[in-house]
T-cell receptor
Framework: DTAVSQTPKYLVTQMGNDKSIKCEQN?????MYWYKQDSKKFLKIMFS???????INETVPNRFSPKSPDKAHLNLHINSLELGDSAVYFC??????????????FGPGTRLTVL | AQSVTQLGSHVSVSEGALVLLRCNYS??????LFWYVQYPNQGLQLLLK??????LVKGINDFEAEFKKSETSFHLTKPSAHMSDAAEYFC????????????FGQGTELSVKP
């Protein structure tokens, strides 16, 4: 009965490869997010979708492409992986649309290592 | 624009001692403020949030925080530290036309000594 789940938990790959990270939430929330946590544990928003519509797209390289097939899923596809993409990627969701006072529920994270 | 500064990347306390983790924010609009905790190799869990109601906010595990507009602060406290409180703590702000995104501070690692 995990609220926000991500797969895989660990991902090790070579530079130049393409990979995807999947996220699913069973909370019935409308809004989902992707955050990146770097090696210094700094967290930064990447994308946000509200009911399958992209509402936040930070200055992220266009090698990163989010896809939301339905409001319970938000996947992250990364093309041509680079060393600097190594990080922990967190998916999160929040209820009732993209209101600023809503708590965000985080997944367990996907640790991406690019060799 | 919004930003958060957490003073002290690492705080160490003895078990049973007061925990004080500092957070200062900058926001051109009324802020919503959050404290999250991250245990090793896990996701973030909400401790408490300020959403313009009471300025003293109580959260889980006896944590609380006080919103002080004059000082632009939202410090996190706990009267008595437990070993299980050892974790990374993040202060975050949202507000205005930001689409609900959270702006995080740099994080503070709390160590608890027996």
């Amino acid at each position: 009965d995990t609220a926000v789940s991500q797969t895989p938990k660990y991902l090790v790959t070579q530079m130049g490869n393409d990979k995807s990270i999947k996220c699913e939430q069973n909370l019935g929330h409308d809004t989902m997010y992707w955050y990146k946590q770097d090696s210094k544990k700094f967290l930064k928003i990447m994308f946000s979708y509200n009911n399958k519509e992209l509402i936040i797209n930070e200055t992220v390289p266009n090698r990163f492409s989010p896809k939301s097939p339905d409001k319970a899923h938000l996947n992250l596809h990364i093309n041509s992986l680079e060393l600097g993409d190594s990080a922990v990627y967190f998916c999160a969701s929040s209820p009732r649309g993209a209101y600023n006072y809503n708590e965000q529920f985080f997944g367990p994270g996907t640790r991406l290592t690019v060799l | 624009a919004q930003s958060v500064t957490q003073l002290g990347s690492h705080v160490s306390v003895s078990e049973g001692a007061l925990v004080l983790l500092r957070c200062n924010y900058s926001s051109s609009v009324p802020p919503y403020l959050f404290w999250y905790v991250q245990y090793p190799n896990q996701g973030l869990q909400l401790l408490l949030k300020y959403t313009s109601a009471a300025t003293l906010v109580k959260g889980i595990n006896d944590f609380e925080a006080e919103f002080k507009k004059s000082e632009t602060s939202f410090h996190l406290t706990k009267p008595s530290a437990h070993m299980s409180d050892a974790a990374e703590y993040f202060c975050a702000v949202s507000g205005g036309n930001q689409g609900g995104k959270l702006i995080f501070g740099q994080g503070t690692e709390l160590s608890v000594k027996p």
